[in-house]
């Protein structure tokens, strides 16, 4: 049975989900989704600027038929802007998926976690698929999961700093103890950490920065998708044990005397 | 005394986006986004805190101090 990330009811072939922001433009967000294999995508909700006569809209690029459209609460720092948030979301007709973002801080963009289980409650009981950003807290894991959440994806690293997974420990605890995906989202550098958290047996990776802000952004899509690809068969695959000492490969029979 | 029929070209204002702006009386939502040059399709209608479902855009008329916020996805992580 080929491999699947599920969740909600639904099936991916891909476990990697990217973000839609600070490419050059249109086109280039494209260009790069295509290439990451990427099947989930996330895009913010902002004011339409209504004196822009460029009206081009991401969705133009981007066919809510071909992607799962994930909007996020980015930039929202309570728990009812991130429900407003949602709910405006939820009528652009792109399904009831959201990314459950509260921010606490500017500066680390660290989640708020009261206010992410507050709003996690209510966009559950309003029939949200709900998949929340938190902190590398394996209690906030629990607490959102039994809320009813889809997902739970604990950061590697503030958004953003490309400082690849800081507290391996505490995902594997995470790991251990989830009965839902864990999606490690934000922090993401290069390919190897998104294999790192694939091989430890995460359920996905979520980024944006790391290809977006790449010196060659379609370049960096690709090594995105091999890297999570490598993780997850290496993972599947069992990796050995590490030890100290040497372990010969060749036969120690028939050594020449 | 009552005047039927009669058209009087009334103008109200209303914000957008946080942006105050003059428009004339008896305009629907979907007016607006016309003469806005904005695809309903490709947006969300916020009336005053309360979200206006597509279906009723035509028919949703804005009066004087109505609160409006009108938004769509962009690019983000």
Redesign the interface.
Same mark, same amino acid.
């Given at each position: 049975m080929a491999d699947m990330l599920n969740f909600a009811g639904s099936s991916f072939r891909s476990r990697l989900i990217v973000? !839609? /922001?600070?490419?050059k433009d249109f086109q280039e !967000?494209k260009n790069a989704i295509e290439v990451s294999g990427a099947e989930i995508v =996330?895009?913010?909700?902002?004011? &339409? +600027? #209504?004196t822009d006569?460029n009206?081009e +809209?991401?969705?133009d690029y981007l066919d809510p038929k071909k992607y799962t #459209?994930l909007? +996020?609460t980015?930039g929202c720092y309570t728990a009812d802007d991130a429900v407003r948030t949602c709910?405006? $979301?939820r009528? $652009? /007709? &792109?399904g009831k998926m959201v990314k459950l973002e509260v921010i606490g801080d500017d500066r680390t963009l660290f989640p708020d976690i009261p206010a992410t289980l507050e709003a996690a409650q209510v966009l559950v009981k309003e029939g949200f698929v709900v998949l929340p950003y938190i902190t590398d807290d394996p209690i906030t894991a629990k607490k959102l999961q039994d809320i009813g959440c889809a997902a739970v994806m604990p950061l590697a690293a503030p #958004? /953003?700093s490309g400082l690849g997974i800081r507290n391996p420990y505490n995902i594997r605890i995470i790991l251990e103890h989830a009965t839902v995906p864990v999606i490690v989202d934000?922090g993401v550098g290069t390919a190897s950490d998104a294999a790192i958290a694939m091989e430890m047996g995460c359920d996905g990776v979520?980024? +944006? =920065?790391a290809i977006a802000s790449a010196k060659d952004p379609i370049l960096m899509a690709e090594a995105m998708r091999l890297g999570v690809e490598a993780g997850r068969k290496a993972f599947l695959a069992g990796r050995i044990p590490k030890k100290l000492y040497a372990t010969a490969s060749s036969p120690l029979d028939g050594i020449l005397a | 005394m009552v005047v039927e029929n009669a058209v009087f070209l009334i103008w109200v204002k209303i914000r957008i986006n946080g942006e105050e702006r003059e428009i004339a009386g008896g305009l629907t939502i979907a007016g607006l986004l016309e003469e806005l040059k904005i695809r309903p399709g490709r947006v969300v209608v916020e009336l005053n805190r309360n979200i206006v479902a597509r279906e009723t855009h035509g028919s949703m008329l804005l009066n004087d101090g109505d609160v409006l916020e009108i938004v769509h996805f962009v690019g983000g992580g």
């Amino acid at each position: 049975m080929a491999d699947m990330l599920n969740f909600a009811g639904s099936s991916f072939r891909s476990r990697l989900i990217v973000g !839609t /922001g600070k490419y050059k433009d249109f086109q280039e !967000t494209k260009n790069a989704i295509e290439v990451s294999g990427a099947e989930i995508v =996330t895009v913010a909700v902002r004011r &339409v +600027n #209504i004196t822009d006569r460029n009206k081009e +809209n991401l969705l133009d690029y981007l066919d809510p038929k071909k992607y799962t #459209i994930l909007p +996020n609460t980015a930039g929202c720092y309570t728990a009812d802007d991130a429900v407003r948030t949602c709910r405006l $979301a939820r009528e $652009a /007709g &792109v399904g009831k998926m959201v990314k459950l973002e509260v921010i606490g801080d500017d500066r680390t963009l660290f989640p708020d976690i009261p206010a992410t289980l507050e709003a996690a409650q209510v966009l559950v009981k309003e029939g949200f698929v709900v998949l929340p950003y938190i902190t590398d807290d394996p209690i906030t894991a629990k607490k959102l999961q039994d809320i009813g959440c889809a997902a739970v994806m604990p950061l590697a690293a503030p #958004i /953003g700093s490309g400082l690849g997974i800081r507290n391996p420990y505490n995902i594997r605890i995470i790991l251990e103890h989830a009965t839902v995906p864990v999606i490690v989202d934000a922090g993401v550098g290069t390919a190897s950490d998104a294999a790192i958290a694939m091989e430890m047996g995460c359920d996905g990776v979520l980024m +944006n =920065t790391a290809i977006a802000s790449a010196k060659d952004p379609i370049l960096m899509a690709e090594a995105m998708r091999l890297g999570v690809e490598a993780g997850r068969k290496a993972f599947l695959a069992g990796r050995i044990p590490k030890k100290l000492y040497a372990t010969a490969s060749s036969p120690l029979d028939g050594i020449l005397a | 005394m009552v005047v039927e029929n009669a058209v009087f070209l009334i103008w109200v204002k209303i914000r957008i986006n946080g942006e105050e702006r003059e428009i004339a009386g008896g305009l629907t939502i979907a007016g607006l986004l016309e003469e806005l040059k904005i695809r309903p399709g490709r947006v969300v209608v916020e009336l005053n805190r309360n979200i206006v479902a597509r279906e009723t855009h035509g028919s949703m008329l804005l009066n004087d101090g109505d609160v409006l916020e009108i938004v769509h996805f962009v690019g983000g992580g």
